[in-house]
Structures are given as structure tokens and as C-alpha cells.
């Protein structure tokens, strides 16, 4: 047996217990890699649906501008409408003809 051998056999157990101290190692490394890829994953997801809830709560906001808008534009022409008929009971005269109507009934001319 030459010396290589010799040593070898002695020290067989140092060489044995290295080896699966790399073995460890790479295996540490590649769960940690792992590990590394599923945090991205998660990140990457959180990120997504994050995102599509600020999607759905501008479009949501969108629609109750858009409610909004409606409802104004009725009150507008609500008020356009009364503004019509103030306009038409001043300029016809009614509200000279019911002063007149209250002073008769209370017979003041």
C-alpha cells in the first residue's frame, strides 16, 4: 500500500465528515435560495393583488363620481325648473294679481 492509501484509510473519517460538511452546505445554500425564490413569489403576489384592489377602488370612485355627476345635473335642472316658474309668476303678473285678490278679500280697496 503507498503512502496516499495509508493516509487515506487514517484519516478516512476527517475526509468522510468533510465531505458531508459540504454536503450540508450546499444543501443550506440551495434552501436558502429556495426560500429566497418563494419570498419573491409572495412579494410579487402581494404586490398583484394590492395593485387590483387600487384598480377596483378607483373604478369604484369613478362610479360615484359618475352617480354624483347625475344626481347634480337633476338638482340643476330642479332649480332651473322653479327658477322658470318664479321668472313666469313675476313677469305675468300673478303677484300683483294675488295682493290684489288678498286686499279685496280683506276689503281694502
Known sequence: MDKFEEAWKE????WESTKNLAKAMYLAG???RQ???DQAYADIETFAQAHQ???DIK???A???????KRIEVLENR??????FID????EGWLSDLDNAEKALRGEQ
Open 30 to 32: 440551495q434552501q436558502s
Open 88 to 91: 313666469k309668476f313675476y313677469c
Open 63 to 69: 362610479n360615484e363620481l359618475k352617480e354624483k355627476d
Open 59 to 61: 373604478v369604484q370612485i
Open 79 to 84: 332649480i332651473e325648473e322653479g327658477l322658470g
Open 35 to 37: 426560500a429566497e425564490l
Open 53 to 55: 384592489r387600487e384598480c
Open 11 to 14: 484519516n478516512r473519517h476527517v
